[in-house]
């Protein structure tokens, strides 16, 4: 039998597969808080700049009639891919005000990573088939360079408003705003939203955002996230955590409860873009955004508005609880939870910010970009630290051998492998990954996740998964992807290098950082080991972003160690690393 949420879990309702997130968002009969009720969907973090629900809804209106005007995107004709606008932008108020005028016109948004540098962008640009960009002023020139490569012409680069605060006093050099769009959207004529037309179930196939993974292997890949996997997740998570805001009603007395969340994390990320923002809002919840990590600003940010919510990844989580001196000068009382997700959280860490601050409850969610995030989570009334909590309502999982043999006892370690509505449809044009990843069990189409997990019963008695290492090759740096293969290949560009494998060591503060293992090329013998391990490590921090640098170091090796096949025995080289770390 294979493993579903616990009993506590009410019973999840129909998932809406004929409408696209947008109508989702702001048509009240799909069970969305209604809108006046609601406090402003996004507030800016450092100027205090708002819209009401309402007033969002028609910036979204008219934002989408000016674009149809601008790239000449028709929203009854014509498929999402002829209708790809790329966002790379640091986080905004009107980030999805921009998602959904492009979801109303029936195309779909690219989320770039606000990190990638030049080459990075060019990449997904190109993969993604983007018609258009929308920037910040602090990464314009970024933008200009692989928009030019792309031939994306410079009047299909468009910015975001953004407090100056944070664009270091740089003047927009004559590019469309995204306001002077909303402005110029209101004297057009409307017309319906493209999904007006849909058939049933065609919200499952149609692409609302394609945002990238390395999956389980390769470069990364561009995931087609369709419109009723984001409704899907956005409905579960908001049911997993129904008991919560129920007791949260009955503790203060009121028919009506929101709250403010923190918008910290990118909300090009998966975890950003459905955890903190559409399941927030979909519950009439507020979320106050801020575009960078400052330590003191949100500290500030959290105090001035009273976040109850936060949402962090486990560096940021280390960073507070090694800076008590600090964070005490901050009134953060206002704060009843503190989640983090998209790398393991451990024991240890949890229980010193609970020292801290004894009344938050720390939770914790294990998702991914290919289940369009929660698979499952920790809730107040069930928490157990190291563990990611409970499935959600519509998934059913499976923990599976190396053999593919299925194991149904608890505490035997397997690779965990997912069903729920929320799993995407595949990735963009990689029949391989998609062959290899998604697979046919008896009860329907399964994710491997290239996790490896143990489902064991919580002190509360409840069904919890613990993920308890990586198969695939995946590493993960403060919460960011790192495709070895993406370094290896780089790398194999260096003149000294005739052979290279990169993997993730652990690492305190970012959780595991990359190291490559170098086969010299022959000529290179005679420089020294020292000048040409920071040669290569200036190799990749030239061309890649910061992220990505090679913090593990760099060690010569003799030989790859490769199967018969030629496949790298990553895993290999990684416990052989362990062992040593462990001396
Ligand atoms: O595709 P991705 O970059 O996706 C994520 C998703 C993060 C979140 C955040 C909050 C949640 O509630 C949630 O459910 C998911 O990062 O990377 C997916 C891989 O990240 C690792 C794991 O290897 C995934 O395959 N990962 C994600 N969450 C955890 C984790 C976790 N809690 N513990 C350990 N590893």
Redesign the pocket.
Known sequence: MPFTAPSWVPELPPIPDSISVETFMFDESYGRTALSKSKAPFTDGASGKTYSALEVKKRVDHLSRALSKELGFKPDSGSEWDKVVACFSLNTIDYLTLAWAVHRLGGLLTCVNAAYNADELEYQLKDSGAKAIFTCLPLLQTTMTASKKVGINKDKVFLMDMDKSFTGGAKNPGHKTLDEFVQAGAGLPSFEPADKKWGPGEGTTRIAFLCY?SGTSGLPKGVMIAHSNVIANTIQICNHESQDRADMKKKLGVSEYTEYALGLLPLS???GLV?VSHSRLYRGDGVIVLPKYDFKQLLQVIQDFKIVML?LVPPMIIHLTKSREIVKQYDLSSVRAC???????GKETAEDLLSIFPTWAVR???????TC?????TMTHDIWFGS?GSLLAGYTARVIDPDGKEITEYNVPGELCVKSPSVVPGYLRNQKANDETFVQFDDGRYMK???EVIVAKSPQGYEHIT?TD?I?E?I?TK???VAPAELEAHLLTHPAVNDVVVIGVPSEREGEVPKAFVVKAPGSIEESDALLRRDIMKYVEKHKTDYKRLRGGVEFIDVVPKSPSGKILRRLMRDKEREKMKK
């Open positions: 993974s990320h998966i975890y955890v949402y989640f983090t997700g998209a790398a393991p959280l914790q969610g294990y998702g991914l970009t290919e995030t929660v698979v499952c989570m990611s996740t290239g996790d993920i990586r695939k995946l993960k919460g960011h992807q």
